[in-house]
Structures are given as structure tokens and as C-alpha cells.
């Protein structure tokens, strides 16, 4: 018996590999200076290029935008700046909500931004275990709608795949 990949379904799995090679990669304690984290200006840059990008692609853009800023705000909770953290869990959400209204729209990307949102969660829920208490609510609720948006991901791969 013979199995072939139709060349749409090679680049999915592609990038999957890929994906999953970076995120296992990436240590769960990346020190407080990860130089993978953008400056301001280059946040603000993603939010413009999310904001302004074809309906398809905002999804997956703000999803990227989310991701970053939850390891930005991984950053500020391990330099105790949890004040920071807290403004960017804020942001956060508020990017939560922009993916949610996206999903409306046919999107592009689906998977990659399901998996993103996946790890996304995850990194937020190991930054749970590592905030001083009086902040875990803000980090719970933000956890908690991640995790919505992204079980609504995961409902739009499968009804789109």
C-alpha cells in the first residue's frame, strides 16, 4: 500500500514540524532578558500590521501579537515588575477579544494560530505558578479567556479541515 502527502497537506505538517521544533526548544524559564522579545516600537509595529491586515489574516497576526506580549509580560512578572505584567495581561485580552471577532471571518492560518494560541496558554499557565498571589486572578481570567478562544480556534480547524 502506497501513501501519498497532496502537496497542501505536506506544508501543513511542514509547519507543524516546525512550530513544534521551536516551541520545544524554547526553555519553559527563559531567563528575564529573552532576546526574542520585541521593543515597544516593534509591538506597536505588529498591532498596526494586524489592525490593517486582510480580514483572513488577522487572526493569525493577532494571535502572534498575543503570544509575544504573554512572553513580554513572562518577562516583567520574573523581574518582579508585576505592575507592567499586569497592564500586559490587559492588552492581552484585549487582543483576545480582537481574535475572537476575527474568527468570524474566513481566516487563513487556522492550525498555525490554533497551535500558537495552545502554547500560548501554556506559557500562561506556568507564569500562574510563579506570580505573587494577589496577582493570580488577573492571570487566571486572562488564562481562562485564551483558553475559550482557543477551544473556538480549534472548533473553526475542525469544521474548516
Given at each position: 500500500?502506497?501513501?501519498?502527502?497532496?502537496?497542501?497537506?505536506?506544508?501543513?505538517?511542514?509547519?507543524?514540524?516546525?512550530?513544534?521544533?521551536?516551541?520545544?526548544?524554547?526553555?519553559?524559564?527563559?531567563?528575564?532578558?529573552?532576546?526574542?522579545?520585541?521593543?515597544?516600537?516593534?509591538?506597536?509595529?505588529?498591532?498596526?500590521?494586524?489592525?490593517?491586515?486582510?480580514?483572513?489574516?488577522?487572526?493569525?497576526?493577532?494571535?502572534?501579537?498575543?503570544?509575544?506580549?504573554?512572553?513580554?509580560?513572562?518577562?516583567?512578572?520574573?523581574?518582579?515588575d508585576t505592575e507592567h505584567?499586569?497592564?500586559?495581561?490587559?492588552?492581552?485580552?484585549?487582543?483576545?477579544?480582537?481574535?475572537?471577532?476575527?474568527?468570524?471571518?474566513?481566516?487563513?492560518?487556522?492550525?498555525?494560530?490554533?497551535?500558537?494560541?495552545?502554547?500560548?496558554?501554556?506559557?500562561?499557565?506556568?507564569?500562574?505558578?510563579?506570580?505573587?498571589?494577589?496577582?493570580?486572578?488577573?492571570?487566571?481570567?486572562?488564562?481562562?479567556?485564551?483558553?475559550?478562544?482557543?477551544?473556538?480556534?480549534?472548533?473553526?480547524?475542525?469544521?474548516?479541515?
Amino acid at each position: 500500500m502506497s501513501f501519498q502527502l497532496r502537496p497542501r497537506t505536506a506544508l501543513h505538517l511542514a509547519r507543524l514540524g516546525l512550530f513544534t521544533a521551536l516551541y520545544v526548544a524554547a526553555p519553559a524559564h527563559a531567563s528575564p532578558i529573552d532576546e526574542n522579545i520585541p521593543d515597544a516600537q516593534t509591538l506597536a509595529q505588529m498591532e498596526i500590521r494586524a489592525s490593517q491586515a486582510s480580514p483572513r489574516e488577522q487572526c493569525f497576526l493577532y494571535t502572534a501579537l498575543v503570544h509575544t506580549m504573554t512572553e513580554m509580560a513572562g518577562q516583567e512578572i520574573r523581574a518582579g515588575d508585576t505592575e507592567h505584567a499586569a497592564d500586559t495581561l490587559k492588552q492581552i485580552s484585549r487582543y483576545a477579544n480582537l481574535i475572537h471577532a476575527s474568527l468570524a471571518k474566513e481566516t487563513r492560518h487556522l492550525k498555525e494560530a490554533e497551535m500558537l494560541l495552545n502554547h500560548t496558554s501554556y506559557r500562561l499557565g506556568q507564569l500562574l505558578h510563579i506570580v505573587p498571589s494577589e496577582d493570580k486572578t488577573t492571570v487566571q481570567s486572562t488564562l481562562n479567556q485564551l483558553d475559550q478562544v482557543n477551544d473556538e480556534v480549534l472548533t473553526q480547524v475542525f469544521y474548516h479541515y
